[in-house]
């Protein structure tokens, strides 16, 4: 029975802490860790009866508890040294994206858990959908990918944080990187990246300083190019991904993850595929983790994949900064 503890009890952690729940022969929620103690103690009381022991400093959570797992779920400016302790303890870490505000940051989480040989996974939930999952079964028979389109249209204010830069990075940095994640997952590595963004819609809301409409366009060491353009000015209360990719001899469109229209377009006729699927991607993450660590094998995306992720879009941020394209 896996021992765990969270630090960081806001949205995305309800999330992962049901998912747990419903693996409650596997793990047990022993603690809960947030700045603002009431928070902590709801998740404390609707997840565990009140059982688990409530925390406002995570050090303390690490001195006090003895846990086998810890999920971080904090906003990127908040990052200090919750990996490095807890790597030291050989506590496995589950931390969602993204992982740090700069490189320099993050390489040292990378570090820290491979020095410490602890299992980490990233919270990019979209590798685990049921769409991806099989396309990425299909690619073994096909072939490069050429070419991929995403986008990400939403309308929201978020949360004060959310709206200030120097803390969430922008929107390409603290939200679209799922898209960019997926991108790099199925293309390989970037070699070069050109970004222009602006903040067209909010400039009459105080303290909005991230981007609202952004065009990114990706080069790769394969010679394979994607696309990336997102708002927060779309239609208030609908999430809209969408992500197109085409290799040799099939091409798909991804509403979400669990969805997608597939054609094996190398015959003179059309042959196409439904995936349609209602799988809990935030369990399967963590069952992932659960069994990484029983296994003693990676897990799917580990803090290594956060990193390169991470790289490519403070990339894309410097790139529409300076006005130029960056080369990684």
Known sequence: MF?????????????HARALSSLSNRAQMVAFCDIEEERARW???????????VFTDYREMFDKVDIDIVYI???PYAHKDEVDIAAEKGI?????????????????MVQAVEKNKVKSQVGFMFRFGEAIET????????GPVGLM??????????????????????QVVEQIIHIFD???????????????MNNLFHKDIPDYTVEDVSGTVIMFQNGGIATVSATNGAIPGKWITQVDLIAKGLTASMPDANHASIYLTSNPWESKMEIASSKDIYLAETIDLLDAI??????????IEGAKSLQLVLSAARSAEENKPVEL
């Open 294 to 303: 029983e296994q003693d094998r990676p897990t799917r995306v580990p803090m």
């Open 73 to 75: 779920s904090l906003p």
């Open 43 to 53: 998740f404390s009381q609707n997840y565990t009866g009140g059982k688990a022991k």
């Open 92 to 108: 496995h870490i589950f931390i969602e994206k993204p992982i740090a505000l700069d490189m320099e940051t993050a390489n040292r």
């Open 135 to 142: 396309l990425e079964r299909l690619l073994c028979n096909y």
């Open 149 to 170: 389109m995403g986008r990400y249209m939403c309308n929201s204010l978020h949360s004060p944080w959310w709206r200030d830069k120097t803390k969430s990075g922008g």
């Open 182 to 196: 997926l991108i790099r997952h199925f293309m390989g590595e970037p070699k070069l990246v050109f970004t222009k």
């Open 3 to 15: 021992k765990v503890g969270f630090i960081g009890c806001g949205g995305i952690a309800n999330a």
